[in-house]
C-alpha cells in the first residue's frame, strides 16, 4: 500500500479529552474518529488491526470446536421479556422503537436470541455438544463512556455459547473455552490471567474474567506470580488435559478486586509469589447451566428419551477492546508497539527521496518481493522530511520499518530497524529482504 | 467440516410465508432464521456465503483503488441536520434515543457521516483523487419487509464515496466505479446490466443502477440485449479505457421501468436486440458533485490556492441481497445451485455408509487431501440414509459432490457429481481429487 494512496491522517497532539494512552495514540496514529460519545469510525489503519484481532479470535474458536454464525444487531424486546431481562437490564440497554411500534433493542449480547435459534432446530442430545459463537457489532449505553475503545458504547464482541446435554458435558465445554481463550491472548502477545469472577447479570455459578496487566488498568487485581508466566496450552487437548489445564490455573490465587479476600492471598500464596496490579478484562466466560433454557423452554430430548432443559454457557471476548487493552500494554514515547500478530502491516518501507530514480526503484523492488511472500507493505512514497517518515513509522508501530536512501543505496546498503527494540542493521536489500521473509 | 459437528438445520418445506424461491430455498437451507420482520440471524451455511461474496465485493474495490474504513452502525441525527435530510429522509429512517436524550439514527447510509471524516482531516487536493469505502450493516425501516433478504431491514451494504478536486476527475472516479462493479459482478457469476437511474433521495445528476436479470424479479426492465454478453472489463485500466468501457455500454439502451421510453427504445435498438425482462437491483452509483460538500463545509484548497467545495460520489453494493439475487438466477427443483466463486463449500464428500471402516478412512484422505489443497470440504459422516444425503447436498448447492460408498470402493471407484449439470462421473479417488483440485 503506498502511503501517498492511503489514508492515513496522523496528528500531532491528541485531543486533551483523551486520557489514557491508547486512547492517545489511537486518535494521533489516525485509527479512530470519534462520531458520538462512545462510537467510533474505524479509520483503515485501526479497521487493519481489528481485522487481525477478530482473525486470530475467530480461528481459536473454531480450533476449540465453536461454529461460526452471525446474529443482527437488532433484536426483539419481547425475546428478553421471555427471560425477564427487558425489564431487568437496566439504562445501558438501548431501547428503540420502529415505525410500527414495535419494541427492538441493540444488542448488548445474544443469551436469548441463540437460545431461541438453538430451541428452533435443536431436539436431541445427538446435536450435542454444540458451541455456536458470532462476532458481531453490540451495543451498551454507558452512562459515561470514556478511554476510547475501551469503554465505548457500540463495539465489536466475539460471543460464544454452548450447549449440553447435562452439567458434566456442559462444564467440560466451559474448559475448552477457558483453554482457547489462554491460547487466543497468548497468540495476541498479551498476557492475560484468569480470575474468578462474579456472574453479574448473565447469572450462573461459575465465572472467569481474564484480565491483561498493564500499568494502566482499569482496576486492582490480586494473583500468584506463577500464573503470569504459564505458557498457552495449544490445541486438540484431551478431556484429562483440559482439566488439567483448568486445574493448574484456578488452584493458585487470582482475584479481581470485587472478589479479592486478603487473608485468603496471605495463606494461599508465598510472599514472592504475590503479585498486585492493575489490569483489564478484556475476557469473560460464564457457566449459568439452565437459567435461559429453562424459562426460553429450549428442551432437548437426552440418551434415555426424556425432555430436559439444555445446559448453557456463554464466552465473551471485547474484539475492539483488545486494540486498547494491546497498546497499553506495548507502547513507548514514540508511540504503538505492535506485536506481529496482529500488525497492520508487517514492514513499512522508507524512500528517504522519493524524488530520486534509483531510490523509488529500489523501494519498489522491496515491496513487490515483500508482497510475493505475503507481506502486508506500507510503502511510505510521499515527500515528507526524513524525520516526519521515522515518526510516523515509529508513531504507528509497524514491527519492521525498511529505509533506503540514496547514501546508503550508493554503499549498497539499506537500514532494517525493530520497532521494538530500536535495534537497527545496515545491510543489503537482499539480506534485509531475506531476514525479513525468513 | 464434519457435518456431524456442524450446525446445519435444514427443512424440509420452507415455511408459507416465504414467497419468492430464493427466500424459501435459504430457509430450506438452513442459511437465515427470521428473528424480527426483515431481521434475519445467518446460520452457519449462510456466513459463509455472505463472507465470499463479501470478500469479492472488497477485492474489487481495493483493486480499483478504494481504501477500506469502518463507520458505525449508529450515527447523531445532528450530523444529518446539517445536511437537511434527518427531517427529509422519512420513516424508513429508525431514529433513536439515548439514555441522555441524545438523537441518534441507525445509519440507512453514510454520505454525512464520510463528509464528516473527509472534512476532519483532508485539506488539500493534494490527497485525492480518494476513494473510502466501508462494509458495514445498515438498516432501512421498510413499511413492508419481504422477499428474505432481498428486502429486509437490517442488511449488509458495500457503501464507497468518492472524492475529487473538481467535476472532471470526480466522473472518472464515477467510470473507476462503473467498471469495478462490472468486474465484480461478474466474479460473482452473474450477468448484471447497468441502467441509467433516478438519483432519488441520495441526490445528482447521474447515476446508474445494475441490475441482474431473472425471471423472478421485482421490476420490469428494458435493454439492448447485447449488454447482457459483454466480458466484464478487467483491471488496471487507463483513463481512456475507462471511457472506452463506460461510452460503449451508456451508448446502448437500457432502462428500468421508471426510465423506460418505449419510442426511444425502438428508435435506438435493432428488433432482435430488444430484450425485456425482470430484474433485480444489486448495486447504485450516484455522482452527486457538491450536494454534501457544501452545506457540509468540505472544502479543500485546490492547485490555484483557492477554497473550493469537494466533488463527491456514492457507490453502494447490496451484500446480503446478493446473495438473494444469486439464488433467484442460479437455483433448479433440487435447491440451489452455487457459482464456484461464492459457494459455502467447494466440495460435499458423502460417506454412503458412515460405520465402514473402509469407506471412512477413504472418506477422511478424500477430506484431508483436498483441504491440503485449500479447498473448503464439508464432509458428510453422519448416519442419514443415502437419499437424504444426496437431496441435502443438491439442496445446498455445493459444485461437487464425492459419494464415496463400499461397493464402488470394492471396485476402486467413487462418484463425482457437478451439482449445476447434474454430469456424474466413476473414476478412481486419485482421479476424482485430482480433477477437483487441478
Given at each position: 500500500?503506498?502511503?501517498?494512496?492511503?489514508?492515513?491522517?496522523?496528528?500531532?497532539?491528541?485531543?486533551?479529552?483523551?486520557?489514557?494512552?491508547s486512547?492517545?495514540?489511537?486518535?494521533?496514529?489516525?485509527?479512530?474518529?470519534?462520531?458520538?460519545?462512545?462510537?467510533?469510525?474505524?479509520?483503515?489503519?485501526?479497521?487493519?488491526?481489528?481485522?487481525?484481532i477478530?482473525?486470530i479470535v475467530?480461528?481459536e474458536?473454531?480450533k476449540a470446536?465453536?461454529?461460526?454464525?452471525?446474529?443482527?444487531?437488532?433484536?426483539?424486546?419481547?425475546?428478553?421479556?421471555?427471560?425477564?431481562?427487558?425489564?431487568?437490564?437496566?439504562?445501558?440497554?438501548?431501547?428503540?422503537?420502529?415505525?410500527?411500534?414495535?419494541?427492538?433493542?441493540?444488542?448488548?449480547?445474544?443469551?436469548?436470541?441463540?437460545?431461541?435459534?438453538?430451541?428452533?432446530?435443536?431436539?436431541?442430545?445427538?446435536?450435542?455438544?454444540?458451541?455456536?459463537?458470532?462476532?458481531?457489532?453490540?451495543?451498551?449505553?454507558?452512562?459515561?463512556?470514556?478511554?476510547?475503545?475501551?469503554?465505548?458504547?457500540?463495539?465489536?464482541?466475539?460471543?460464544?455459547?454452548?450447549?449440553?446435554?447435562?452439567?458434566?458435558?456442559?462444564?467440560?465445554?466451559y474448559k475448552r473455552m477457558f483453554a482457547a481463550y489462554l491460547n487466543t491472548f497468548s497468540r495476541l502477545g498479551l498476557k492475560a490471567v484468569p480470575m474468578r469472577a462474579?456472574?453479574?447479570?448473565?447469572?450462573?455459578?461459575?465465572s472467569h474474567e481474564f484480565i491483561v496487566l498493564a500499568e494502566t488498568g482499569e482496576s486492582e487485581v490480586f494473583c500468584d506470580r506463577k500464573l503470569v508466566e504459564m505458557a498457552a496450552p495449544g490445541h486438540d487437548l484431551?478431556?484429562e488435559q483440559l482439566e488439567g489445564v483448568f486445574n493448574e490455573r484456578t488452584a493458585l490465587y487470582a482475584a479481581t478486586e470485587?472478589m479479592h479476600d486478603a487473608?485468603q492471598f496471605e495463606a494461599q500464596t508465598a510472599e514472592g509469589d504475590r503479585l498486585s496490579a492493575r489490569g483489564i478484562e478484556v475476557g469473560h466466560i460464564?457457566?449459568?447451566?439452565?437459567?435461559?433454557?429453562?424459562?426460553?423452554?429450549?428442551?432437548?430430548?437426552?440418551?434415555?428419551?426424556?425432555?430436559?432443559?439444555?445446559?448453557?454457557?456463554?464466552?465473551?471476548v471485547g474484539?475492539?477492546r483488545l486494540?486498547g487493552a494491546i497498546i497499553e500494554a506495548s507502547h513507548d514515547?514514540?508511540?504503538?508497539i505492535w506485536p506481529d500478530s496482529v500488525a497492520?502491516?508487517?514492514?513499512?518501507?522508507?524512500?528517504?527521496?522519493?524524488?530520486?530514480?534509483?531510490?523509488?526503484?529500489?523501494?519498489?523492488?522491496?515491496?513487490?518481493?515483500?508482497?510475493?511472500?505475503?507481506?502486508?507493505?506500507?510503502?511510505?512514497?510521499?515527500?515528507?522530511?526524513?524525520?516526519?517518515?521515522?515518526?510516523?513509522?515509529?508513531?504507528?508501530?509497524?514491527p519492521?520499518?525498511?529505509?533506503?536512501?540514496?547514501?546508503?543505496?550508493?554503499?549498497?546498503?539499506?537500514?532494517?530497524?525493530r520497532?521494538a527494540t530500536?535495534?537497527?542493521?545496515?545491510?543489503?536489500?537482499?539480506?534485509?529482504?531475506?531476514?525479513?521473509?525468513?
Amino acid at each position: 500500500m503506498r502511503l501517498s494512496r492511503y489514508f492515513l491522517p496522523t496528528l500531532k497532539e491528541a485531543p486533551s479529552d483523551a486520557q489514557i494512552v491508547s486512547h492517545q495514540l489511537m486518535l494521533r496514529a489516525g485509527m479512530i474518529k470519534q462520531e458520538a460519545a462512545g462510537i467510533y469510525a474505524w479509520l483503515p489503519l485501526g479497521l487493519r488491526v481489528l481485522r487481525k484481532i477478530e482473525h486470530i479470535v475467530r480461528e481459536e474458536q473454531v480450533k476449540a470446536g465453536a461454529v461460526e454464525l452471525l446474529m443482527p444487531t437488532l433484536q426483539l424486546a419481547d425475546l428478553w421479556r421471555e427471560s425477564g431481562r427487558y425489564d431487568a437490564y437496566g439504562p445501558e440497554m438501548l431501547r428503540i422503537t420502529d415505525r410500527h411500534e414495535r419494541e427492538l433493542l441493540y444488542g448488548p449480547t445474544n443469551e436469548e436470541m441463540i437460545t431461541d435459534v438453538f430451541r428452533a432446530y435443536v431436539k436431541s442430545y445427538k446435536a450435542m455438544p454444540l458451541n455456536l459463537f458470532h462476532i458481531q457489532w453490540k451495543f451498551r449505553d454507558e452512562r459515561r463512556p470514556r478511554f476510547g475503545v475501551m469503554r465505548g458504547r457500540e463495539f465489536l464482541m466475539k460471543d460464544a455459547y454452548s450447549f449440553d446435554v447435562d452439567e458434566a458435558s456442559a462444564r467440560i465445554a466451559y474448559k475448552r473455552m477457558f483453554a482457547a481463550y489462554l491460547n487466543t491472548f497468548s497468540r495476541l502477545g498479551l498476557k492475560a490471567v484468569p480470575m474468578r469472577a462474579d456472574t453479574g447479570p448473565i447469572g450462573g455459578d461459575l465465572s472467569h474474567e481474564f484480565i491483561v496487566l498493564a500499568e494502566t488498568g482499569e482496576s486492582e487485581v490480586f494473583c500468584d506470580r506463577k500464573l503470569v508466566e504459564m505458557a498457552a496450552p495449544g490445541h486438540d487437548l484431551s478431556i484429562e488435559q483440559l482439566e488439567g489445564v483448568f486445574n493448574e490455573r484456578t488452584a493458585l490465587y487470582a482475584a479481581t478486586e470485587e472478589m479479592h479476600d486478603a487473608a485468603q492471598f496471605e495463606a494461599q500464596t508465598a510472599e514472592g509469589d504475590r503479585l498486585s496490579a492493575r489490569g483489564i478484562e478484556v475476557g469473560h466466560i460464564f457457566y449459568f447451566g439452565t437459567k435461559y433454557s429453562v424459562p426460553m423452554k429450549a428442551n432437548v430430548q437426552g440418551p434415555d428419551g426424556k425432555e430436559a432443559p439444555v445446559h448453557m454457557g456463554s464466552y465473551g471476548v471485547g474484539v475492539s477492546r483488545l486494540m486498547g487493552a494491546i497498546i497499553e500494554a506495548s507502547h513507548d514515547a514514540g508511540g504503538i508497539i505492535w506485536p506481529d500478530s496482529v500488525a497492520p502491516f508487517d514492514v513499512v518501507v522508507i524512500n528517504l527521496r522519493a524524488g530520486d530514480e534509483a531510490v523509488s526503484a529500489a523501494c519498489e523492488e522491496a515491496v513487490a518481493r515483500l508482497e510475493a511472500q505475503g507481506k502486508d507493505v506500507l510503502y511510505d512514497d510521499t515527500d515528507e522530511r526524513p524525520g516526519g517518515k521515522f515518526a510516523t513509522a515509529d508513531l504507528i508501530g509497524v514491527p519492521w520499518q525498511l529505509t533506503i536512501g540514496p547514501k546508503g543505496l550508493a554503499d549498497g546498503v539499506v537500514e532494517l530497524k525493530r520497532r521494538a527494540t530500536g535495534e537497527k542493521l545496515s545491510l543489503s536489500l537482499d539480506a534485509a529482504l531475506e531476514l525479513l521473509t525468513k
